[in-house]
């Protein structure tokens, strides 16, 4: 089945960097777009908002105007592979970072699985 295994949150200071990675396996990852989406810690539910995302062959990428200039999705198709690199980290970046799988090679903000997500906490 589907599995989407994030790791690299944690507790960073305001400007600091972190890196998240998520190991994908159970479906063929270069056929589908891939993103990362936030639940913020303040807002109860399930809802997940888009940070970036990234199609399947690498040439479209997504952010929210947020992180723009601050975060770079990337994946490694070879390796079954997606990566977040989160630098000049502020605090209202906090939160919990999910992998998620799109439906479609090239469609964003319409995925169907995600992984049990990894905290990140910016704080001084």
């Known amino acids: 089945q589907v599995q989407l295994v994030e790791s690299g949150g944690g507790l960073a200071q305001p400007g600091g960097s972190l890196r998240l990675s998520c190991a994908a396996s159970?479906?063929?990852?270069?056929?589908?777009?891939m993103s990362w989406a936030r639940q913020v810690t303040q807002n109860p539910g399930p809802n997940l908002d888009l940070?970036?995302?990234?199609?399947?062959?690498?040439?479209?990428?997504y952010y929210t105007d947020a992180v723009k200039g601050r975060f770079t999705i990337s994946r490694d198709n070879a390796k079954n592979m997606l990566y977040l690199e989160m630098n000049d980290l502020r605090p209202e970046d906090t939160g919990t970072y999910f992998c998620?799988?799109?439906?479609?090679?090239?469609?964003?903000?319409?995925?169907?699985?995600w992984g049990q997500g990894t905290q990140v906490t910016v704080s001084s």
């Open positions: 940070v970036a995302g990234l199609y399947s062959d690498g040439k479209y990428t």
């Open positions: 998620v799988k799109e439906r479609s090679a090239d469609y964003l903000n319409f995925f169907d699985t």
């Open positions: 159970g479906f063929p990852f270069s056929a589908y777009a």
